[in-house]
């Protein structure tokens, strides 16, 4: 809300109880002074000053009576309902009468009337019919600013609500970047031990040439492995250029023994998904696939769209695994394959599903089914 530079008066006025009581008090018995005026002073043909002033020091005599009442009955506010009603009529009729006394007190002390005590009821009834309006009013006044308070306190509770609402989901989703990254970066010491061993085997067998063209490529995939962000996406071209670079490290180890091939269909090229979540899937078929057979091997990589699901496959002609069923990724081994599961619960909940089956050609494969979306999906709390 914009700030409004109020004058002092107002905005004490706003703020300070006892200001707004006696701002009310003014306007009102200054309204009873005016009525009076028109009603009795000028109905009656009473002009004289005598009669104006005695309307005016009523008044007056009436603000300072209900100054005290206001606190009587301000100590009768926590009491029952009956109670409180009979000490606040007693206290109106005690304060009606007291006002009446000194009003016509001053009526005879101002004026040239004489004998008017006879007639004291018909000052008396006036007077307790304007204290009960002055305590109607004083007790929707109060109920109004209990109400206002009340409101304010709610209106503060709610707001205090939100802001440790933010914070839990701020923290939440700072706890869930942190889970992320460690999932993400738990993958590079993962292949560089992979890597660095077949580096030193290359070293050792005195393939300088493939060594040097390894520590390149690694060079090249570890840059883009520091620069990608692991809390968001990439495109699956992205994905499948990385998976490349990756490839080209272990085709410079393993050399005609590994084959590769990718199949990218179009209409998914674009589609986001988590980066480098491919990967580790790549190097377990590698390590348990391509390096135990003296042949190698060839795998393949595919990213297809399929009843509006992006569907991602990486497959071997390896030995595939002895139960044929497809196996739930629970069931699978290798750091690797954890991870891309612990990953895709983050990211996607129940949204996504990953599958381990042999092919039936021989070999092994891992499906990966994601949500197809233009953007990365956070999963849903539950």
């Known amino acids: 809300m914009p700030v409004v530079n109020r004058h002092p008066f107002v905005r004490r006025l706003i703020e300070n109880r006892d200001s707004q009581f006696w701002f009310l008090q003014f306007l009102g018995w200054s309204g009873l002074s005016v009525i009076s005026y028109f009603s009795l002073n000028l109905w009656y043909d009473q002009p004289e000053l ?16 209900t100054w005290p009442m206001r606190y009587l009955i301000k100590r009768c506010w926590d009491m029952s309902w009956l109670r409180r009603l009979v000490s606040v009529a007693f206290i109106v009729l005690s304060f009606a009468a007291l006002w009446s006394v000194l009003r016509l007190s001053l009526f005879l002390l101002l004026t040239d009337e004489t004998n008017l005590w006879r007639d004291f009821g018909g000052w ?13 009013l004083y007790h929707g006044i109060k109920y109004y600013q209990l109400a206002q308070h009340e409101h304010a306190v709610l209106m503060q509770m709610a707001a205090d609500r939100n802001e440790q609402s933010m914070r839990l989901a701020q923290a939440e989703a700072a706890a869930r970047a942190a889970q992320l990254t460690m999932l993400r970066y738990q993958l590079n010491p993962h292949f560089l031990f992979n890597t660095l061993n077949a580096l030193q085997g290359l070293v050792a067998t005195g393939a300088n040439t493939r060594a040097s063209h390894m520590i390149a490529e690694l060079g090249h995939f570890l840059r883009y492995s520091l620069q990608s962000d692991s809390l968001h996406s990439v495109s699956v071209e992205q994905e499948i250029e990385a998976l490349q670079m990756y490839l ?26 988590p980066s480098m979540i491919l990967q580790p899937v790549v190097e377990n078929a590698i390590k348990y696939a391509i390096a135990p057979s003296e042949s190698g091997g060839t795998l393949e990589i595919n990213a297809l769209l399929e009843d509006g699901m992006l569907v991602l496959t990486v497959s071997d002609d390896g030995p595939g695994i002895a139960d044929t069923e497809d196996l739930p990724i629970s069931s699978g081994t290798g750091v690797g394959l954890r991870n891309i599961r612990e990953r895709l619960a983050n990211s996607y909940g129940a949204k996504a599903a990953m599958y381990i089956a042999n092919r039936g050609d021989g070999g092994l494969m891992v499906v990966i089914r994601l949500p197809l979306s233009g953007a990365f999906v956070q999963a849903e709390a539950s």
Do not use: K, M
């Open 248 to 273: 080209s490290i272990e085709q410079a180890r393993f050399g005609e023994r590994l084959s590769v091939r990718v199949d990218l269909d179009p209409r998914v090229a674009q589609a986001q998904i």
């Open 124 to 136: 008396l009834f006036p007077s307790i019919f304007i204290f009960l309006c002055w305590t109607a």
């Open 50 to 65: 005598s009669y104006v002033a005695h309307n005016l020091l009523q008044s007056l005599v009436g603000a300072l009576v």
